[in-house]
């Protein structure tokens, strides 16, 4: 940390010069005026691209000065300066011209950037020209990401990087995505690739915080070689995210923005009431006989269809405007604001998000450069915490009518008894009218401000300070059932509110320097770094019940009745963790044709014990450029072909603050109670006054924990032909991860009834990536045709458990398969009537399950006849965007697709979500299930789940279905005004376009069988009662609210 | 290259320290403010805590799904109502196998509380408290250790004594072997439980105060430590004296109970009396606070099958609600005061039929089973029936009941035993329900009970004495305690003003001889005091009159020809076994299994 002394006049200055210029900037910009000297001549100008097409807003500048402007949309320009003064002129994609001015017309055409080779990556504490990288970086453009309109940037990136799986984790609005990098390393900790937004990492949020319109460039940082740099956070990836910066020139106003409507696009399958009677008949209907009204429903032919009645449009919105620019001394800025709103086809969810940011970069003097930037977001999320009627939606009886004849909502219209206690019409749900309140407040400032001193030539120190707060309320309530005005979600019960509040903060600083040198064909580049970064994070969290008055809400708990059975539930916890991080990279090129990359970190993190928080990490790459050697010289039609190689270690933070300590705690360890959940701790009364808490061990100490170690081997090759119509690259890399963390499950007898984390066992990833970008057609007339494919598969398995496991059944972990593999009993089919002789042997009838008998000894038991029946590993994944334009249209489809692997529909595992019991008592996801004349395999009698049978959690392997599919994720139509029009409008831009999103999956077996959606909607066990055998990182598929398809108009403007 | 690496990475770091002097290493200490090591354990605070923990781990025990399962199910005084009847592995059915969900709450929620009380015991003596203060700790925590292996030694037999780090060790390594192939285990376990009880009462306070909370007393220590040498005298590990010193430990409390601050009701009714559960015949209880579910530790005290939540109030429950229809009309509600009808615990006819027969002199079957339901609605009007009136009554026999319809008179319902529910007599959901455990003060018919459960009773310890005597050959000294029970037994608050037919009674109650004193008569005597109170199935299985019992009273259509010897012992849970790095997992299971 540099020394205070220094640092405060130091800020200050550099403060105090930031404002004062951004101020005058904003001024001149505002009130932008020109004068004119004697002496000067007017220049107009024309700046073309190419086949003369006009170029708007190219910045033409007057070499030595700051004076400039920027061509309009018909890529005029006029400026006034002396004759055989140089005027610079660039323009984004295009490589930038000098012309010396000889007479009063100027006429320039640039050319086209070569842009695979002169573009600019990210590559984490710098940037590199793309042809100098030696590791396996992947870049999506804000072209790429702006494609479909998306609510956060984990879709936009979905299908769109080779080695980037961006998988969904559920349907309600504001819901996020698991990303992975190269797929996973780790068992118990975090998979997540580590994020950092302009430099600074992203700690302890969620993605959603960021408005993808404001983001310029995204890259990913795929091997060892490239993520070495960021050490002990390496491991998992590392996506860098690069925002909008302003550039000098006249300044702009934008908008962007669309409107949409939401449909469902598919519903659950149910049985309606004819089948349902059907079912029912053949059901549990001794114990759960028909209703009085149902009896009546039957000879009348009624049959409602709750989700009809229960289904609306959403809709969603995005606005965004922005005003940038700069002057030609090198200071630019750039301001936006953005509103996005989401709502969904379930009435109370919905996502919005209001964002401000300013960025602002400036020069001071010739050597000191400083920049702020600071982006806020503001977000409020309806209905995701327990706002999920999709259960009665699925089950309430077809047979029982939505109305009385008056047209009231029927209180309960449950089809038994023992629901009409605890289940309301889902109806009520479409009017709130202060029934409940489920939102989610969230506040995150992200700042981050750097100063960057030339103290030499080629010689530059930076400093990077981050400061980031995030601040998040959660708030319920749940109104008290009254006669008059029932409340859906506390039938029969009083009111009930909670509010959750964390807080985060954390800041960053960055200390490099770096060094640039080039003597003869020998290029360069030194980078050193200190940083130091620390975080803490706490919430207090308080619920109540018995409120005095339902419209106090959650707003004050103290007024309420304070007796015994509603006492406020309290607490609270407190993280803190630090970083000390030292780091040096060596870019060394020769003849732009050998490159080598050595790098080195040493990281100290708070969260190992004392004399073991140092750690390194080293890496190597090397690249050769082919194309540039002479005997490639011949092959004209090849533009660059270059060969990467390189290796490294990182590791991952996946050891939690304060998990070395061991702890003993006040809190039920039944994995049932948490510290926030009412009843969670462990209390004991002594006499009906004397109430105490108890604390127990729960997890031991281990100060030996030390992070997951990642050794990565990759190879790339890039490849350009035919200028550049033909781009793209393979890569090929085997990881090695070792000391991996998990928690073991201590048998009950070690008298620890926690998980004891500590380094163990070994997993390896391999896999080959490719992308290609071309140019399929361009015709003349201005039809183009390009496409952008990227196709990859990773390979994960697990190499060894050092404690003396092969397989781990309680972590559901097995050596030689990959982690996401499912372990249960493998279902033939069903018992026939044929069979029932063989089946009674197994202790079954016909209609049962038929389960395999694995070691064929005439018994099915759960040591010896449960097996790997799969996994959730795609083979091969990838993403598909086509685009053509013509004139000024464009049209453009991205696809995205998944083949192989198993998903877990719990829709379908009776006891997960009990939408497939098919005993009778309820409503159920409509099955083929066996009758003695329907002698399907598919599902076994309705009633299975109350007869006897020697293995009764038979019912999970009704849930595996192949996992693959292809959904076409947006269709989108453009329209691009021409100049001539534009320059009536006086814009400089303006594109009108439809999208179509989420229009249609083109395949998927799951769908065949009924399910709705192939992509999962949470991770882990969703249902009621846990199957057992899936581990927290599972995909699931549950009962959610359903996929949506949207339709939308929007606009893309500048002036 | 390492080494070319590290000399860059020190090269870089010599770099570093140039550039910044100021290092920030201190900043990578934690010092968490809400997280407690191990070390929390040799405070004071943390003495007293973990015993309190101890204390709360017993609400697994006593209440709970699985405890009342493992407790009840598949005896000869209950099999399966009939929504219990639809889980295959339910104990109830001996179609037990180690995936059983039941089994999993003794087995898991004990070790970590043994652990914990090996480590109070192995702390306290360097804790710098009040004297007196830790001497109570510790003897609280050797009553706990007893106790929660007592437990587990009647549901499974031999348990780990060494956790990981040796016997009778608090254990704080990541052990993941199981320690049960030791040679004479039950012998040792049974002997850590007789000396952990018998120092517990030696050194636990003596009286329980009038009213006065259930810590742990002597007089607790007395009545397990009796039950201990009771079983174990039974068990194939028994020793000479066993019965002898049951009889000691057990008459120790007959005869000081004003000492101990104990004594037996006047009437039977009042033991379990809701509102009445610090009477004095109790001796512990695992308390609940009624009307509190968050301080009884339940999240959700309607929906939670799992964790603490004490389920008793509504497991015995017969369907009172839409099964018997009169005249096609259901009178009965869910109601708050009749409890949740969950019908996973129906007595078999034995209980009813023999054990109980005598209905009139014994007050004892009115005092335990609700037979008589009231209309709670006016569904029924048409058939005379409104709020209030009687809707259902099962009567005592099959010939009051027919004499009762053949008046003509009687609007409600009558059900005889011979139409009670058994599985193979479906039709009629109905049967007498266990009332010993009604909790009225609850906001909802579904919600969990929060009284207290009754573990240790005066009255078990005239029964564990009697027991004692007759197995160490002297009935007479049997006789003399049965019969103070039996006499209390004829008692009924309506008989206060009438002493002739009370002494009537009583006479008829007592008329028993020193040729009735055997084992059997004293496990029926058992029946008719304690039945459903989380006794029998031990009681049966460590006695070895399991299988003879259930095969001849249980009328389940699955237990009786199911139950075999093996079945005295519970599997060993699959979840231990698979969480074990020993890949040979059969030679850990009990035999059978």
């Not at chain 2, 004594?161 to 192939?181: C, E, T, V, W, Y």
Request: charged content about 20%.
């Amino acid at each position: 940390m540099p020394n205070k002394k220094f640092t405060l006049p130091f800020f200050r200055r550099i403060m105090v010069n930031a404002v004062a210029l951004s101020a005058a900037l904003l001024l001149q910009f505002l009130f932008f005026t020109q004068t004119l000297s004697a002496q000067d001549l007017t220049v107009k100008g024309k700046v073309t691209g190419d086949a003369g097409a006009p170029i708007a807003g190219a910045s033409v500048i007057l070499k030595g000065t700051d004076k400039g402007t920027t061509t309009d949309a018909a890529g005029n320009f006029s400026i006034s300066a002396p004759k055989g003064a140089v005027l610079i002129i660039s323009a984004i994609s295009y490589t930038t011209k000098e012309v010396r001015i000889t007479s009063a017309a100027v006429s320039v055409q640039l050319e086209l950037a070569d842009k695979s080779l002169g573009e600019v990556v990210v590559v984490g504490y710098g940037t590199q020209r793309k042809k100098d990288v030696t590791g396996a970086v992947v870049s999506v453009g804000e072209k790429a990401l702006r494609e479909v309109p998306v609510a956060n940037l984990q879709q936009a990136l979905q299908g769109r990087a080779a080695g980037l799986e961006v998988q969904r984790v559920g349907t309600k609005p504001g819901a996020g995505a698991v990303i992975r990098i190269r797929g996973e390393r780790t068992i118990s900790g975090s998979n997540d690739p580590l994020i950092i937004l302009d430099g600074i990492p992203y700690e302890g949020g969620t993605l959603n915080d960021i408005n993808p319109d404001e983001v310029a460039s995204v890259d990913i940082l795929k091997d060892a070689s490239a993520t070495a740099i960021y050490g002990s956070r390496g491991s998992n990836g590392v996506i860098l995210i690069t925002t909008k910066k302003g550039k000098p020139g006249e300044a702009k106003l934008s908008y962007n923005g669309y409107y949409g409507i939401t449909k469902v696009s598919r519903r659950y399958d149910v049985f309606n009431a004819q089948e349902y009677v059907a079912m029912r008949d053949l059901g549990n209907n001794a114990s759960a006989p028909y209703m009085a009204e149902e009896l009546v429903a039957r000879t009348k032919g009624v049959s409602t269809d709750w989700q009809d009645l229960m289904y609306q449009n959403g809709f969603v919105t995005d606005h965004n405007l922005s005003v940038s620019g700069g002057s030609t001394g090198g200071s630019t800025f750039s301001l936006g604001g953005g509103y996005y709103k989401e709502t969904t086809v379930l009435p109370g969810q919905d996502f919005g998000r209001f964002t401000l940011r300013a960025t602002i970069d400036t020069k001071v003097g010739k050597k000191l450069k400083v920049g702020l930037n600071t982006m806020n977001s503001l977000s409020l999320t309806n209905g995701s915490q327990f706002n999920n009627p999709m259960f009665p939606i699925v089950t309430l009886s077809p047979l029982m009518a939505p109305y009385d004849s008056a047209g009231n909502i029927i209180l309960s219209p449950t089809g038994n008894t023992t629901d009409r206690v605890s289940q309301y019409s889902p109806l009520f749900l479409k009017n709130n009218n202060g029934q409940w309140i489920d939102k989610v407040r969230r506040l995150r400032t992200f700042n981050t401000l750097y100063a960057e001193y030339q103290i030499i030539t080629g010689l530059k120190y930076r400093l990077n300070v981050g400061l980031d707060y995030r601040q998040q309320e959660n708030d319920q309530f749940q109104k008290s059932d009254k006669a008059l005005f029932p409340s859906y979600f506390r039938p029969k019960k009083g009111n009930t509110a909670s509010v959750n509040n964390a807080e985060g903060w954390g800041y960053t600083l960055e200390n490099i320097l770096t060094y640039d040198k080039t003597i003869g064909k020998h290029k360069f580049t030194v980078t050193g770094l200190y940083s130091f970064q620390e975080d803490h994070s706490h919430n207090t969290s308080v619920s109540k019940d018995s409120i005095d008055e339902d419209f106090i809400q959650f707003y004050n708990l103290g007024q309420a009745n304070a007796s015994n059975s509603s006492k406020p539930v309290v607490s609270g916890s407190e993280v803190f963790y630090a970083l000390e991080s030292y780091m040096m990279r060596v870019n060394y090129g020769f003849n732009d044709k050998y490159l080598v990359t050595l790098t080195g970190r040493i990281d100290g993190s708070s969260r190992l014990a004392p004399g073991n928080k140092y750690k390194q990490y080293p890496a190597a790459s090397f690249g050769w450029n082919i194309s540039n050697e002479k005997f490639m010289q011949k092959f004209t039609f090849l533009d660059n072909l270059k060969l990467r190689f390189g290796f490294g270690q990182t590791s991952n933070q996946s050891v939690r603050p304060y998990e070395s300590l061991g702890l003993v705690s006040p809190y039920n360890y039944n994995g049932y109670s948490s510290p926030s959940v009412p009843g969670g701790t462990i209390r004991y009364n002594y006499g009906p006054t004397t109430i105490v808490t108890g604390y127990n061990l729960v997890t031991l100490p281990n100060a030996n924990l030390d992070w997951e170690y990642t050794k990565t081997i990759n190879a790339g090759l890039d490849f350009s032909f035919l200028n550049s119509r033909i781009t793209g690259s393979f890569e090929w890399y085997k990881s090695k991860t070792n000391k991996i963390l998990y928690g073991i499950v201590l048998p009950v007898t070690s008298g620890v009834n926690g998980e004891y984390t500590t380094n163990i066992g070994d997993m390896e990833n391999k896999g080959l990536e490719f992308t290609i970008s071309t140019v399929n057609v361009k015709l003349n007339n201005g039809f183009t045709w390009s496409t952008d494919l990227n196709l990859f598969g990773n390979r994960n398995k697990l190499l060894k458990l050092t404690d003396g496991f092969t397989q781990n059944i309680p972590r559901q972990l097995f050596l030689g398969h990959p982690l996401s593999a499912i372990y249960d009993y493998n279902k033939l089919g069903i018992w026939q009537l044929n069979e029932a002789a063989e089946a009674a042997r197994f202790g079954n009838q016909p209609g049962d399950i038929k389960l395999e008998d694995v070691n064929g000894d005439g018994k099915i038991d759960p040591n010896n006849d449960q097996k790997i029946i799969g996994s959730g590993q795609a083979k091969i994944q990838g993403g598909l965007t086509n685009r053509f334009t013509f004139k000024g249209f464009d049209f453009s489809f991205v696809m995205y697709a998944r083949f192989g692997g198993l998903l877990v529909s719990q829709l379908h595992q009776p006891f997960a979500n009990y939408t497939n019991l098919t005993d009778g008592v309820r409503n159920a996801i409509k099955t083929n299930y066996w009758t003695p004349t329907n002698p399907t395999n598919d599902f076994p009698i309705a009633n299975f789940t109350s007869r006897l049978r020697p293995i009764t959690t038979d019912g999970s392997t009704l849930g595996y279905y192949d996992a693959s599919f292809i959904k076409m994720r947006s269709i989108n139509l453009g329209y691009t005004f021409t100049p001539a029009v534009l320059s009536k409008l006086r814009m400089q831009n303006f594109r009108a376009y439809i999208a179509i999103q989420n229009p249609f999956v083109l395949y998927s077996p799951y769908m065949q069988i009924g399910g709705v959606d192939p992509e999962a909607t949470g991770t882990g066990n969703q249902g009621i009662q846990n199957p057992g055998n899936l581990s927290s990182r599972a995909l699931t598929i549950g009962l959610s609210t359903p996929p949506t398809r949207s339709f939308n108009v929007g606009f893309n403007v500048t002036f | 290259m390492k080494k070319i690496f590290s000399k860059i990475t020190v090269a870089m770091l010599s770099f570093s320290i140039l550039l910044f002097v100021n290092s920030c290493q201190k900043k990578l200490i934690e010092k968490p403010f809400t997280v407690f090591t191990t070390d929390y354990l040799k405070t004071p605070a943390g003495l007293q805590t973990s015993v309190v923990a101890l204390y709360s781990g017993m609400r697994y025990m006593y209440g709970p799904n699985g405890a009342l399962n493992t407790t009840n199910s598949g005896t000869d005084e209950w099999s399966l109502g009939d929504q219990g009847a639809s889980s295959g592995l339910d104990c109830g059915a001996y179609n037990l196998n180690s995936s059983n969900g039941d089994i999993l709450t003794p087995w898991n929620r004990s070790f970590n509380n043994i652990n914990l009380a090996n480590a109070v015991i192995e702390f306290a003596p360097d804790v710098q408290m009040d004297a007196a203060a830790k001497a109570t700790i510790i003897a609280e925590a050797h009553f706990f250790r007893a106790f929660y292996y007592f437990i587990l030694v009647q549901q499974f037999g031999a348990v780990p004594l060494d956790l990981g780090s040796g016997d009778f060790a608090f254990n704080q390594k990541p052990f993941q072997g199981f320690n049960r192939l030791v040679p004479d285990l039950l012998k040792k376990n049974y002997q850590l439980i007789i000396d952990d009880f018998t120092y517990a009462t030696q050194n636990l306070p003596t009286k329980r105060p009038a009213n006065g909370g259930f810590y742990a007393y002597k007089s607790a220590a007395y009545h397990l430590l009796a039950k201990a040498y009771l079983f174990r005298g039974y068990s194939s590990v028994k020793q000479t004296g066993d019965f002898k010193s049951a009889w000691d430990a057990a008459k120790y409390v007959i005869d000081n109970q004003a000492a101990l601050g104990t004594a037996l009701l006047t009437d039977y009714a009042d033991i379990h009396k809701e509102g009445n559960d610090y009477n004095a015949e109790i001796l512990y209880s695992v308390e609940r606070i009624q009307g509190s579910p968050f301080d009884n530790e339940t999240n959700d005290v309607s929906n939670e099958f799992s964790g603490k939540a004490n389920m008793s109030c509504n497991w015995y429950n017969a369907n009172y609600q839409n099964n018997v229809s009169i005249n096609g009309a259901f009178p009965c509600d869910r109601v708050i005061q009749y409890m949740r009808p969950l019908r996973q615990l129906c007595p078999n006819p034995w209980l009813y039929d023999s054990a109980f027969a005598d209905k009139i002199n014994d007050s004892r079957y009115d005092n335990t089973f609700r037979v008589v339901w009231l209309a709670t609605n006016n569904n029924a009007a048409a058939s005379g029936i409104n709020t209030g009136d009687t809707a259902y009554y099962l009567v005592p026999s099959k010939a009051y009941g027919d004499s009762l319809r053949a008046l003509g008179t009687k609007k409600y319902r009558i059900i005889d035993p011979t139409q009670f529910y058994l599985v193979s007599r479906p039709a009629i959901q109905l049967y007498p329900s266990l009332k010993k455990y009604d909790d009225t003060k609850r906001a909802v018919p579904n919600d969990a009970s929060g009284r207290p459960y009754v573990v240790s009773k005066l009255s078990e310890v005239y029964l564990l004495a009697a027991e004692a005597a007759i197995l160490d050959g002297r009935p007479g000294d049997a006789l003399t305690l049965v019969k103070v029970l039996r006499k209390r037994a004829a008692y009924r608050a309506s008989l206060a003003s009438n002493p002739t037919l009370l002494a009537q009674r009583e006479a008829v109650m007592t008329n028993i001889t020193n040729s009735d004193m055997t084992v059997d008569f004293i496990m029926t005597e058992r029946s008719r005091e304690l039945c459903g109170e989380s006794l029998r199935w031990p009681d049966l299985a460590c006695r070895n009159l399991l299988v003879e019992y259930v095969k001849n009273r249980n009328r389940n259509l699955v237990a009786a020809p199911k139950v075999q010897t093996f079945h005295n012992l519970r599997p060993i849970p699959q979840s231990q076994l698979n969480a074990m790095n020993d890949p040979d997992k059969a030679k850990y299971q009990n035999p059978g299994y």
